[in-house]
């Protein structure tokens, strides 16, 4: 069974950067992505590569977050800049088997694959 892995979350002031990774345990061909989470609202879609290898973006992170993969490494990052408190939340990496749209993160009831998280908290 395909596993991901995230790692690089952690504690960080305003203004900062992080950056997270994410290991497959196997090549994934179709679209992956960073999703988060915070409590009482539902998982959003934040940055996703296509099939293609198109990118996109959720409008709160545009310009700030950059996603990329190393296709040899099977990982996926997210380079996260000019952090914000309210980018705090619990990051999951994800795979849509399927594939999905290159205009826009896809919505979390269309992926197949859930990584365990990595918390990322941004004081001001």
């Known amino acids: 069974q395909v596993q991901l892995v995230e790692s690089g979350g952690g504690s960080v002031q305003a203004g900062g950067s992080l950056r997270l990774s994410c290991a497959a345990s196997t090549y994934i061909g179709s679209c992956m992505g960073w999703f988060r989470q915070t409590p009482g609202k539902e998982r959003e879609g934040i940055a996703a590569v296509d099939q293609g290898g198109r990118l996109s973006y959720a409008d709160s992170v545009k310009g700030r977050f950059t996603i990329s993969q190393d296709k040899a490494k099977h990982a996926l990052y997210l380079q996260m800049n000019s952090l914000k408190s309210e980018d705090s939340a619990m990051y999951y990496c994800?795979?849509?088997?399927?594939?999905?749209?290159?205009?826009?993160?896809?919505?979390?009831?269309?992926?197949?694959?859930w990584g365990q998280g990595t918390q990322v908290t941004v004081s001001s």
């Open positions: 994800a795979a849509v088997l399927g594939g999905c749209n290159w205009f826009a993160p896809p919505p979390a009831t269309l992926v197949d694959l």
